[in-house]
């Protein structure tokens, strides 16, 4: 499913317009976007959670050459699925 397809559906379960509902999930992926950006957790019960992590400097492998290369340290969105969610996906 693309995000126009969730709006068509959104629009069809609450009788709101699709660009209302565009919209709405529009701020929706933006808040959570920010607040996980400035380090913050987004948590919905039922749903699951999203959060940073953070990846440690580490050394690799080029494949190529076979050259030892240092990656540096990076911070990553992560979600977590809720309970109910999980069991939905696993019934």
């Given at each position: 499913m693309n995000k126009q397809q969730l709006v068509d559906k959104m629009a069809l379960a609450t009788g709101l317009s699709k660009a209302d509902c565009a919209r709405a999930l529009s701020a929706f992926t933006d808040t959570v976007?920010?607040?996980?950006?400035?380090?913050?957790?987004?948590?919905?019960?039922?749903?699951?959670?999203?959060?940073?992590?953070?990846?440690?400097a580490r050394t690799?492998?080029?494949?190529?050459?076979?050259?030892?290369?240092?990656?540096?340290?990076?911070?990553?969105?992560?979600?977590?699925?809720?309970?109910?969610?999980k069991d939905k996906v696993n019934k």
């Open positions: 976007i920010n607040t996980v950006a400035d380090g913050g957790k987004v948590e919905l019960v039922g749903f699951g959670s999203f959060s940073q992590t953070e990846r440690s690799g492998r080029n494949p190529q050459t076979g050259a030892t290369i240092n990656i540096a340290a990076a911070k990553l969105p992560k979600f977590k699925a809720g309970k109910a969610f």
